[in-house]
T-cell receptor, first 115, second 115 residues
Framework: DTAVSQTPKYLVTQMGNDKSIKCEQNLGHDTMYWYKQDSKKFLKIMFSYNNKELIINETVPNRFSPKSPDKAHLNLHINSLELGDSAVYFC??????????????FGQGTRLTVV | AQSVTQLGSHVSVSEGALVLLRCNYSSSVPPYLFWYVQYPNQGLQLLLKYTTGATLVKGINGFEAEFKKSETSFHLTKPSAHMSDAAEYFCAVSARGGSNYKLTFGKGTLLTVNP
C-alpha cells in the first residue's frame, strides 16, 4: 500500500491552462504539505494544512490554490500556468502531535512541465 | 530562523570508499535534524533523524550521522559506499510554521559512486 500517493506522476500542459494535482495519504496523519522542487533540486514548502485548515502559505502566487476536502486529501489547483511553474511538486504528510520531531512522509512527486 | 547549509553540491566517491556528506545548521532553539535521500525520479525517503538523546544516530542502509552542537554540524557518513547509494541527499531542520511544523531543506548533495 502506498503511504502518500500523488496523481498524476507526469503532467505536460500549455501556458495559460488550469491543472490539478491530487494527493492522498493513508497513514492517518493530520498534517499535509505541498513542496516545490525546482530544476536545481531545491525544495521549498508551499502550503501546510492541519485537519483541513490552511496553516502555512509561503508567499505562493494566488494562482495556486490548495484544497483539503478531508484530512487524508490535499489537492493543488494551479490557474493560468506559467513557464516558471515547471517543477516537481511533492505532497507530504506528518503527525502534528510529534511537534518538532515530526518527520514528513513524501509522495513520489508530480513532474509538471509547462510548454 | 532555522536553516541548513550543505557543503558541496556534488560528492564523488569510489565504491567501497567512505562517504561523508556535510551539513551545518543554524537554529535559535535546540534543532531537530533530518537526512533524506532522493533516488532518481523518486520521492524523498527518511534516512535518519536527530531529536534528543544520543548524538550518534544510525539510519537505514548503513548510514549514520553525528550531531555536534559545538560545531553546529550534522554530517552524514557511511563507511563503505555501494553503487546503490548514488542519489541526492538532503539535510533538513524542523521549524515551527504558525501552529504547524515544517521542514526547511538544504540545497542537496548529489552523491555519485564510481565502480
Amino acid at each position: 500500500d502506498t503511504a502518500v500517493s500523488q496523481t498524476p506522476k507526469y503532467l505536460v500542459t500549455q501556458m495559460g491552462n488550469d491543472k490539478s494535482i491530487k494527493c492522498e495519504q493513508n497513514l492517518g496523519h493530520d498534517t499535509m504539505y505541498w513542496y516545490k522542487q525546482d530544476s536545481k533540486k531545491f525544495l521549498k514548502i508551499m502550503f501546510s494544512y492541519n485537519n483541513k485548515e490552511l496553516i502555512i502559505n509561503e508567499t505562493v502566487p494566488n494562482r495556486f490554490s490548495p484544497k483539503s476536502p478531508d484530512k487524508a486529501h490535499l489537492n493543488l489547483h494551479i490557474n493560468s500556468l506559467e513557464l516558471g511553474d515547471s517543477a516537481v511538486y511533492f505532497c507530504a504528510s506528518s503527525l502534528k502531535g510529534e511537534g518538532l520531531r515530526t518527520e514528513a512522509f513524501f509522495g513520489q512527486g508530480t513532474r509538471l512541465t509547462v510548454v | 530562523a532555522q536553516s541548513v547549509t550543505q557543503l558541496g553540491s556534488h560528492v564523488s566517491v569510489s565504491e567501497g570508499a567512505l562517504v561523508l556528506l556535510r551539513c551545518n545548521y543554524s537554529s535559535s532553539v535546540p534543532p531537530y535534524l533530518f537526512w533524506y535521500v532522493q533516488y532518481p525520479n523518486q520521492g524523498l525517503q527518511l534516512l535518519l533523524k536527530y531529536t534528543t538523546g544520543a548524538t550518534l544516530v544510525k539510519g537505514i542502509n548503513g548510514f549514520e550521522a553525528e550531531f555536534k552542537k559545538s560545531e553546529t554540524s550534522f554530517h552524514l557518513t557511511k563507511p563503505s559506499a555501494h553503487m546503490s547509494d548514488a542519489a541526492e541527499y538532503f539535510c533538513a531542520v524542523s521549524a515551527r510554521g504558525g501552529s504547524n511544523y515544517k521542514l526547511t531543506f538544504g540545497k542537496g548533495t548529489l552523491l555519485t559512486v564510481n565502480p
